[in-house]
Every structure is written in C-alpha cells, then in structure tokens.
Nanobody, 125 residues
C-alpha cells in the first residue's frame, strides 16, 4: 500500500518554471516506477515523466524532453518534477502515480495502481 501526496502546483507565466513534489508513504520499496501524468482541459491523461525507484532510470515523453527533469530522493520517499520553459499547453492537473506491476513498461496506465489527488499547474499570461 502506497499513499501519494503532490504539491507545488500553481500559476506561472509562459517561459517560467515550477517544481512539483510527490511524497510517498508506505511500501515504496516494492514499487517499480514512480511517474508523473497530466490531464489538460479537453485532453486525455498522458504520461509525462517517470523514474524507476530501484534503478533511478528516467523516461520522458517527447513533448517535455529538455524542459522537464524528474528526480528521486530516496531518503525522503519523494519524487520531484522540475519544469522549465513552461508553455500554455503544459496546463493540466499533474498526478503522481506508482507502478508496482511492471518495471519494463512505462506507459501502460493500468500498471499504475496508486495515484495521488493531483496538483493544478496553470501556464498563462
């Protein structure tokens, strides 16, 4: 059982930066991947970035490569998402999720059993 709490969302201007935090409680050592998803207005929920908890390997969707950085601080049971050069299309509810099912598969949302409540990121001038 894993509980997740996101924080750090807010309103930012285009080109600005924001850092999200995902604090995990519970059996995080049994998890394969901790990832950030997002769902913008009128859009499907999509994978943004993930980090494998055991190997600290990282994977990003193409639209955020070079702009977003995911990191894991194991001692704090926390995953961060540093978002730079934000664009209006980045506006979404950002959700932290944990995949305890499959280490080799990043994008199958059914593999993510535990989800946080989400934090709103709004990019607007």
């Amino acid at each position: 059982q894993v509980s997740l709490l996101e924080s750090g969302g807010g309103l930012v201007q285009p080109g600005g930066s924001l850092t999200l935090s995902c604090k995990a409680s519970g059996d995080i050592l049994s998890s394969y991947i901790v990832a950030w998803f997002r769902q913008g207005p009128g859009k499907e929920r999509e994978f943004v970035a993930g980090v494998s908890w055991r190997m600290n390997k990282k994977y990003y969707t193409d639209s955020v490569k070079g702009r977003f950085t995911i990191s894991r601080v194991a001692a704090l049971n926390t995953v961060y998402l540093q978002m730079n050069s934000l664009k209006p299309e980045d506006t979404a509810v950002y959700l932290c999720a944990v995949n305890p099912v499959e280490e080799r598969r990043w994008l199958n949302q059914d593999d993510y059993i535990y989800w946080g409540q989400g934090t709103q990121v709004t990019v607007s001038s």
